[in-house]
């Protein structure tokens, strides 16, 4: 018989890539991961894994295994959930992963109302770039992220996921006080070709949006400064130490750096909200989801 917890080891190995960091993620030693790993393979009888360098394919047996563990896995997670209302009600905690401006804009006020609407219910909130909430999400660290479009996402097709667009805002030019585009109330990205630039760092998914949108401009940006921190950037540029794009819900105020529109087709930061399939009916996330849909909705 299959042991339900190797099948989430398994899961785990095939999101990360690596047993060192499949053990990471469950808190295990990687010798652990390994033995599961073989108890696993004497449970089926077939090889699920082959060794590639530091890293581990999975087989086509192996493969074949992950599709049933994802159902199996998501009605696990579904009886669980079912036990818990069963024995007290619809009271529980439901964990948010979210960047620092959706924690702003719609967690927070968000945490407002559902102490109104549905006061057993408790948000634990903890704060990730919008490229990390989904793999926390996966991990089974989170309940529900809020996540940004960015090309490095999950498919829109990935059975493990329900996604609810939230809101999508356009990207303004963020300009030192002197710079010549004060004088324009709105901004051609090409005009900004042989500034110096304030980035994000790589891997946010903000840089890949702006990196791609100049592109798409025909320069290649001369990257100076980096910074995740909003308020960093807009500090960098007012100093003069570049320009930089910035999604406009995130622009902080108040700031000396100028603020422009950009002229069509601007660059868009799309938000969306993920659950796991398995708990995309739960009462608890429902309730937290309309509400953020609701919250959204105003921006």
């Not at 590639?52 to 009886?79: N, Q």
């Not at 704060?127 to 999400?137: N, P, S, V, W, Y």
């Not at 100028?258 to 601007?266: C, G, K, Q």
Request: glycine content about 6%; charged content about 20%.
């Amino acid at each position: 018989m299959i042991e339900v917890r190797r099948l989430r080891v398994l899961r785990a190995l095939a999101d990360h890539g690596t047993v060192t960091a499949a053990a990471e993620v469950l808190h295990l030693t990687p010798s652990a991961v390994s033995q599961q790993l073989a108890a696993l393979e004497s449970e089926v009888g077939q090889e699920l894994l082959e060794r590639r360098g530091r890293r581990v394919a999975i087989t086509s047996a192996g493969r074949l295994l992950l599709a049933h563990a994802d159902t199996i896995l998501a009605e696990v997670e579904r009886a669980e959930d079912a036990m818990r209302l069963h024995a007290n009600g619809a009271n529980g905690e439901v964990r948010v992963v979210a960047f620092s401006t959706a924690i702003t804009l719609l967690v927070a006020p968000a945490l407002t109302r559902l102490r109104e609407t549905s006061p057993g219910l408790a948000l634990v909130v903890r704060d990730a770039e919008g490229h990390q909430g989904i793999t926390h999400l996966l991990d089974g660290d989170a309940d529900l992220a809020i996540a940004v479009e960015h090309r490095g996402s999950p498919r829109h097709d990935d059975q493990r996921l329900v996604r609810i667009p939230l809101y999508a805002e356009p990207f303004v030019a963020v300009l030192p006080p002197t710079h010549p585009g004060a004088d324009h109330e709105t901004i051609e990205l090409s005009m900004l070709a042989n500034d110096d630039w304030v980035m994000t760092a790589p891997g946010n998914p903000i840089r890949d949006v702006v990196l791609l949108a100049c592109e798409q401009a025909g320069f290649q940006p001369r990257i100076v400064h980096q910074s995740d921190d909003f308020r960093a950037v807009a500090a960098l540029v007012a100093a003069g130490g570049g320009v930089s794009l910035v999604p406009r819900l995130a622009v902080p105020e108040p700031t000396l750096a100028l603020i422009r529109p950009l002229a069509d087709p601007a660059p868009t930061r799309r938000v969306y909200a993920a659950v796991r399939n398995s708990r995309a009916d739960h009462p608890l996330i429902t309730a937290t989801l309309a509400v953020l849909t609701e919250v959204a909705e105003k921006l």
